[in-house]
C-alpha cells in the first residue's frame, strides 16, 4: 500500500476512489465506470503535479525523509554491476550505516560508498537508520584511499538524519572520524562524486559529500542540522521546526543557486519514492555526465579544481 505525507489528503482522497471504481470495474465492466476512472486519474495526477511543483522547504523535509524513497542497496542494484562489498575500518569494527565496495559503473571501475537506512523494521535496526558511527566514517576512509591507490574514482550517496550521537560513538571519536573522512575527500587525485539522495544531515553528511562535484535530488535536503535540531538550539523549541526548515535554505533549490551543490536531478511526479526506476535511472545519467567531467584531467588537476570549488562557496553573497 502507498503511504501518504500529511499534506497529500486530497491526492489519498483521489486514489481511494479511484481504487474503489477499479474494483466494481472489476465485477461488472462499464464504458461508463472506465470513463470516470480516467477522469479521476487525470485530476489526481494533475492535483500531484501542482502539489509538487509548490513544496514548502518543510513538506520537501518529508518527501526526504520517506520511508519508501530509494536507498543505496538499491541505487546500486539499478546502476553498479559486480558489486564487491567491502566490510570494516580495520581499527574497531564494521558499521553497517555505511555500505562501501568495489563495483563497475556502466562498464567503468568506481568505489561506492553510502549511507544504508534499511527498509523495514529490522534492516533499519541493523542498519542504524543510516546513522553512522566512527568505525563507519573510518571505513569510508579506508575505501577511499583504496580507491585512491588504484586511480579509481569514487561515488558517495548521502542519506542520513545526522552521525550517530551516542555515547559510545563520542567516546569512539566521532568529531575526529567525521573531520578525517572530510580531509580525505579534498585530498583524493581521482574524481569523487556526491548525490544528495534523501537526507544531507549535517557533519554526517558532509563526511562523504565534500566532493568534485555534488548532485542532489529534486526534493531532497542538505542541511547544517535538522530542522528540529536547529529549532532547538535557535529557540529552544523543536516544535518549531517548520519555521527552521523555511529559514535555513535546505533545499536543492535554494543550494544551487548558492553555489552549495552543482546539480539538481529532477524526480517522478509525485517523489522518488513513486518511481524508483525512473529516479536510479535520472541519477545514473547524471552521475555519467559528472564522471566524464574529469575525464583527461590529471591528479593534480582534480585535486586543484576542487580545492578551488570549495573556497570559491560564499564568495559572491
Not at 517548520?242 to 511526479?269: F, H, S, W, Y
Not at 573556497?311 to 559572491?316: A, H, S, V, W, Y
Request: glycine share 10%.
Amino acid at each position: 500500500m502507498r503511504s501518504y505525507l500529511d499534506f497529500e489528503k486530497q491526492i489519498a482522497e483521489l486514489d481511494e476512489k479511484i481504487a474503489e471504481l477499479r474494483g466494481v470495474s472489476d465485477q461488472n465492466a462499464s464504458p461508463a465506470i472506465s470513463g470516470e476512472v480516467e477522469r479521476l486519474e487525470a485530476k489526481a495526477d494533475q492535483a500531484t503535479r501542482d502539489l509538487y511543483a509548490r513544496l514548502t522547504p518543510w513538506q520537501k523535509t518529508q518527501v526526504a525523509r520517506h520511508p519508501a524513497r530509494p536507498h543505496f542497496k538499491d541505487y546500486v542494484a539499478g546502476l553498479i554491476s559486480e558489486f564487491t562489498p567491502m566490510a570494516g575500518d580495520r581499527k574497531f569494527a564494521e558499521d553497517e550505516a555505511v555500505v562501501g565496495g568495489l563495483g563497475r559503473f556502466r562498464g567503468k571501475p568506481v568505489m561506492v560508498i553510502g549511507h544504508e537506512k534499511g527498509s523495514d523494521t529490522e534492516s533499519r535496526i541493523r542498519h542504524n537508520f543510516g546513522m553512522a558511527r566512527p568505525e563507519g566514517y573510518r571505513k569510508a576512509v579506508r575505501l577511499m584511499e583504496l580507491a585512491d591507490r588504484f586511480n579509481v574514482p569514487v561515488i558517495t550517496l548521502v542519506d542520513t538524519a545526522g552521525a550517530y550521537p551516542g555515547i559510545g560513538a563520542e567516546e569512539r571519536g566521532q568529531a575526529e572520524a567525521i573531520a578525517r573522512s572530510t580531509e580525505c575527500c579534498l585530498r583524493l587525485g581521482v574524481a569523487n562524486v556526491a548525490v544528495i539522495v534523501g537526507e544531507g544531515g549535517s557533519g554526517g553528511a558532509v563526511a562523504i559529500a565534500t566532493a568534485s562535484s555534488v548532485l542532489m535530488l529534486e526534493h531532497a535536503i542538505y542541511t547544517v542540522a535538522s530542522p528540529e535540531a536547529s529549532a532547538s538550539i535557535l529557540w529552544r523549541d523543536s516544535n518549531r521546526a517548520v519555521d527552521a526548515a523555511t529559514n535555513m535554505k535546505i533545499t536543492a533549490q535554494d543550494l544551487l543557486r548558492l553555489g552549495v551543490i552543482d546539480e539538481i536531478i529532477g524526480e517522478p511526479v509525485g517523489g522518488a519514492h513513486r518511481d524508483h526506476e525512473a529516479t536510479i535511472r535520472s541519477t545514473g545519467d547524471a552521475l555519467a555526465r559528472a564522471l566524464a567531467g574529469f575525464a583527461g584531467m590529471t591528479r593534480q588537476q582534480i585535486c586543484a579544481a576542487r580545492r578551488q570549488k570549495y573556497l570559491e562557496m560564499g564568495r559572491d553573497l
